[in-house]
C-alpha cells in the first residue's frame, strides 16, 4: 500500500499569505494525486486533480505541481475562508490511500 | 446540480449491522462508479469501498473485507452499504462519493453529506 506522507501536520497562517502544502509518497505514482479541501464540519471538496490540473469554480489561488514522489499544494494570498483541512490522495495503486491531513488555522 | 445524500446511520451495538444509504441525483449515475469513504472522528480519510458503474466490479479496503458489502440500484440512482460484524473501530463519518470520469473509480468529485455510524456497547 502506498503511504502518503504531509506536511506539516498543522500551520497557523495570516491572510494574504503564501502557503505550501506538500505530500510526499512512498513510491513513485507519476501524476495521479489530487487534492481535497475539509472546513470544519463539512464535506471533502475537490481542489486539484491529477497534481496541477485546476478545477471548475476553484478559486485560482489554489496550485499543485509535482510528479513521482513529492507534490505541493500552493495556496497564493491566503483567504480567512481558506481555513480547513487538506488532504492528498493517490490513485495509483490499490488500494487508494489519503495523506493523513494538513489543518490550517487563520490568524 | 449533483447531490448525494447519505442516510441510515446510528448507534449500534458491536457485532451488529447497519445499512447506509446514498441517493443521488444530477447526473446520469449508471455511468460512474461510485465510493465510500470515512472519517472516523477528529482523524483522517480512509477509503472503504468502490462499485462501478454496472455494479458488476465491486472493491474493498482489507479493513472491511468479508463483513461490509457494497451494492448499488441504479433504477433508484442510490448506492448502499451493508455493514455486518460492526466494531468500535468502524466508528466514523461515512461519505460516499462519485468518481470523476466515467469509466475510473477515481478521483472523487462530489462527495455526500455524510453520515455517522457509532458502534458501541
Known amino acids: 500500500e502506498i503511504v502518503l506522507t504531509q506536511s506539516p501536520d498543522f500551520q497557523s497562517v495570516t491572510p494574504k499569505e503564501k502557503v505550501t502544502i506538500t505530500c510526499r509518497a512512498s513510491?513513485?505514482?507519476?501524476?495521479?494525486l489530487h487534492w481535497y479541501q475539509q472546513k470544519p464540519d463539512q464535506s471533502p471538496k475537490f481542489l486539484i486533480k491529477?497534481?496541477?490540473q485546476s478545477i471548475s469554480g476553484v478559486p485560482s489561488r489554489f496550485s499543485g505541481s509535482g510528479s513521482g514522489t513529492d507534490f505541493t499544494l500552493t495556496i497564493n494570498s491566503l483567504e480567512a475562508e481558506d481555513a480547513a483541512a487538506y488532504y492528498c490522495?493517490?490513485?495509483?495503486?490499490?488500494?487508494?490511500?489519503f495523506g493523513q491531513g494538513t489543518r490550517l488555522e487563520i490568524k | 446540480e449533483v447531490q448525494l445524500l447519505g442516510s441510515g446511520g446510528g448507534l449500534v451495538q458491536p457485532g451488529g449491522s447497519l445499512r447506509l444509504s446514498c441517493a443521488a441525483s444530477?447526473?446520469?449515475?449508471?455511468?460512474?462508479?461510485m465510493s465510500w469513504v470515512r472519517q472516523a472522528p477528529g482523524k483522517g480519510l480512509e477509503w472503504v469501498s468502490g462499485?462501478?458503474?454496472?455494479?458488476?466490479?465491486?472493491y474493498y479496503a482489507d479493513s472491511v473485507k468479508g463483513r461490509f458489502t457494497i451494492s448499488r440500484d441504479n433504477s433508484k440512482n442510490t448506492l448502499y452499504l451493508q455493514m455486518n460484524s460492526l466494531r468500535v473501530e468502524d466508528t466514523a463519518v461515512y461519505y460516499c462519493?462519485?468518481?470523476?470520469?466515467?469509466?475510473?473509480?477515481?478521483?472523487?468529485?462530489?462527495w455526500g453529506q455524510g453520515t455517522l455510524v457509532t458502534v458501541s456497547s
Open positions: 490522495h493517490q490513485s495509483s495503486s490499490f488500494p487508494v490511500s
Open positions: 462519493a462519485k468518481a470523476l470520469h466515467s469509466g475510473t473509480f477515481y478521483p472523487f468529485d462530489y
Open positions: 513510491q513513485s505514482i507519476g501524476s495521479s
Open positions: 462499485i462501478s458503474g454496472s455494479g458488476d466490479s465491486t
Open positions: 444530477g447526473f446520469t449515475f449508471s455511468s460512474y462508479a
Open positions: 491529477y497534481a496541477s
